[in-house]
């Protein structure tokens, strides 16, 4: 399969900005996209970028695709305590509607 | 509107035994997926499904069976539990190829002993 890795953990303060990173080994992806988890509940879809785009902004979220590096990051500004969660980096390849998943990061935010 | 609707939540087997964990979504979605999700391992794809009548293995099929009879329904089955298949699995679906989501289902977390 695809490798798709991030670190697993991740600690800001609230108010700070966080940044999630991950890399990808597929060059063949056709999006990325990034999926929140919150504990013993499902998989939910953040935002997600083309891979001929290099950012998309959505409110709080910023993600910056580096397709020379297979570098993904998702920036969430002014951080809450209601971010914490486990954040997924994924990549889905060409026409396939299959999802590689990283191991996800855990962001705990302080008060 | 349910979204994709997982069943049982929790289920405890013994080893040997056999078991379906049920997917249902409502949203005509053509593809389905069934994901298992192990601590520091991220999600990883164990089968899926373009169509009805139509499914394929993804990373690590070996114990599961499935089956794709309607739209509407994916079920897994565990033919002989074993506990390394202890995990959280996930049922996703998304509308069309090449589509930008996948709707999860809540997981079933399943414990064989």
């Known amino acids: 399969g695809e490798d798709v890795e991030q670190s697993l953990f991740l600690s800001v303060r609230e108010g700070d900005s966080s940044v999630i990173n991950c890399t990808y080994t597929d060059s063949s992806s056709t999006y990325l996209y990034w999926y929140k988890q919150e504990p013993g509940a499902g998989l939910q879809l953040l935002t997600y970028?083309?891979?001929?785009?290099d950012m998309k902004q959505d409110q709080r979220l910023t993600v910056l695709l580096n397709k020379k590096d297979k570098h993904l990051s998702l920036r969430i500004a002014d951080t809450q305590t209601g971010d914490s969660a486990i954040y997924f980096c994924a990549e889905s390849i060409s026409n396939f509607n299959k999802f590689y998943f990283g191991s996800g990061t855990k962001l705990n935010v302080k008060p | 509107n349910a979204g994709v609707t997982q069943t049982p939540k929790f289920q405890v087997l013994k080893t040997g035994q056999s078991m379906t964990l049920q997917c249902a979504q409502d949203?005509?979605?053509?593809?389905m997926s069934w994901y298992r999700q192990d601590p520091g391992m991220g999600l990883r794809l164990i089968h899926y499904?373009?169509?009805?009548?139509?499914?394929d293995q993804g990373e690590v099929p070996n114990g599961y069976n499935v089956s794709r009879s309607t739209t509407e329904d994916f079920p897994l089955r565990l033919l002989s539990a074993a506990p390394s298949q202890t995990s959280v699995y996930f049922c996703?679906?998304?509308?069309?190829?090449?589509?930008?989501?996948?709707?999860f289902g809540q997981g079933t977390r399943l414990t064989v002993v």
């Open positions: 996703a679906s998304s509308l069309t190829e090449g589509n930008t989501e996948a709707f």
């Open positions: 499904s373009v169509g009805a009548g139509i499914t």
């Open positions: 949203m005509n979605h053509e593809y």
């Open positions: 970028i083309f891979s001929n785009m």
